[in-house]
């Protein structure tokens, strides 16, 4: 079974920066594009950054210039890289996976269990 692992939550001051990493498990031959999304207390969830196999990238309109989405796909893991965190960026992350390949089959979307960022001011 695929399984997705997130990590590097916690808590920061406004201005500063933290690194979030998703790690995905199982024998996996490919994963066709990897997402950060996040809901914060109140709102329902929203995309924050997309990146494809291909490499290329997707931000919500709200942290472009801040956060940088990346992969190492020899690793099946992704990175969220935030800077200039603000309050309003308070929020559970969460890692999804879309067109997971395995050795015994093609999985569509697979969500982690989510990690909690929280910028104080």
């Known amino acids: 079974q695929v399984r997705l692992v997130e990590s590097g939550g916690g808590l920061v001051q406004a201005g500063g920066s933290l690194r979030l990493s998703c790690a995905a498990s199982?024998?996996?031959?490919?994963?066709?594009?990897l997402g950060w999304y996040r809901q914060a207390p109140g709102k329902q969830r929203e995309l924050v950054a997309t990146?494809?196999?291909?490499?290329?990238?997707n931000y919500a309109d709200s942290v472009k210039g801040r956060f940088t989405i990346s992969r190492d796909s020899a690793k099946n893991t992704v990175y969220l890289q935030m800077n200039s965190l603000k309050p309003e960026d308070t929020a559970v992350y969460y890692c999804?996976?879309?067109?997971?390949?395995?050795?015994?089959?093609?999985?569509?979307?697979?969500w982690g269990q989510g990690t909690q960022v929280t910028v104080s001011s």
């Open positions: 990146i494809t196999r291909g490499g290329n990238t």
């Open positions: 999804k996976a879309d067109g997971v390949l395995t050795a015994v089959g093609l999985f569509g979307v697979v």
């Open positions: 199982g024998n996996i031959l490919s994963i066709s594009a």
